[in-house]
């Protein structure tokens, strides 16, 4: 059976495990104090723009977003999110058992649009009973979206307008940004999410590390006691070098950007299969998740030979499922595939 369910099926990329292997025998202080977290954010910096931050090293995606959630946030302040957004749909409300409501809106193809974020930030703003409601301070994005989507530059710019407006953070889960930052036809790059963020996180373990996600803060009131949020939550782990050197081999030449931009021009094949074949897509999605709208059919036929993740019941006999490629993902595998999805 070849795995398309998801971005994390597999262990790390070579250089890493090399990386690993070479500095076993090696000591090193706990908690992320030692050298090769030293390194790796001074790797990571370097594609910031020269902006100051600080960049923590933290367990997996969960566990930073709720951190970073719980440290930015009074007790009754909230989130805007959209209603497909990891913490609002995956997380097993982990932000609400930090104290904070998520006020999830509809999203547009994946996204949260310009239109609620505004919406939710006057319906505060002209309440006359603010002490009876949470206040909106964060606005939670997934780069990409949870459909696979991209923001463009100029909606980030306006996003940024907004939270500047009524004074909100803009924080973004990176999860999967190298497969966002490498979309077909996007034009966004990780400068411009450093510039236009207060917060985001860089994830490793959907993008070939064995574990681990960089937090990057911008926002200097987002700093203090940031590593005592890491420990309270779960977030720090005691043997901290080992994200810290998975992440230099990762930006020391570019290695992250390289691999996977590869999972994109991988799943733009799977997605021009589909089209061909005059399979509908659920999204129009130009990174590594693709979400066909399949019959029964076609689905079981699929599923003698591959993974993948079932997603929902769309009615009328269609099934929308997910196709994900990865930094591992083999051009052989795709091949076989798109050869099969012809055939259906």
Known sequence: MIRFNNDYNRGA??????????????????YGLDEWCKKGGEEIKKYLGGIDADIHFLTGGTQANYTLIAAALRPFQSVISADCAHINGHET?????????????????????VASILEEALAYKSSGVKEHITQPKLVFLSFPSELG?????S????????????????????????????????DVTIEDIAHYADAFYIGGTKCGALFGEAMVLKN????????????????????????????YTLFKDGLYFSI????????????????????????????????????????????????FEYEKDLGEGLHCVRFCTSWSTDASEVSSLVNDIAGL
């Open 13 to 30: 990329c070579t250089e890493i495990l090399e990386a690993l292997g070479r500095t076993n025998t090696e000591s090193y202080c706990g």
């Open 93 to 113: 409300g982990a932000v609400e058992n930090t104290g904070h409501k998520i006020l999830a809106r509809k999203n547009t193809d994946g996204k949260l649009s």
């Open 149 to 153: 989507t991209v923001y463009s530059k």
């Open 155 to 186: 909606e980030l710019a306006e996003i940024r307008r907004i939270c500047d407006e009524f004074g909100m953070f803009l924080y973004i889960d990176g999860a999967r940004l190298g497969y966002g930052l490498g979309a077909e036809g996007g």
């Open 220 to 247: 200097p009131s987002l700093k203090d006691n940031f590593r005592s949020y890491m420990k309270q939550n779960g977030a720090m782990l005691a043997k901290g070098w080992l994200p810290g050197l998975q992440f």
């Open 260 to 307: 996977t931009r590869n999972a994109v021009v991988q799943a733009m094949k799977i997605k021009e299969a589909f089209k061909a074949r005059s399979i509908p897509l659920y999204s129009e999605s130009p990174t590594n998740q693709q979400f066909p709208v399949l019959t029964k059919a076609q689905m079981d036929k699929l599923s003698e030979k591959y993974i």
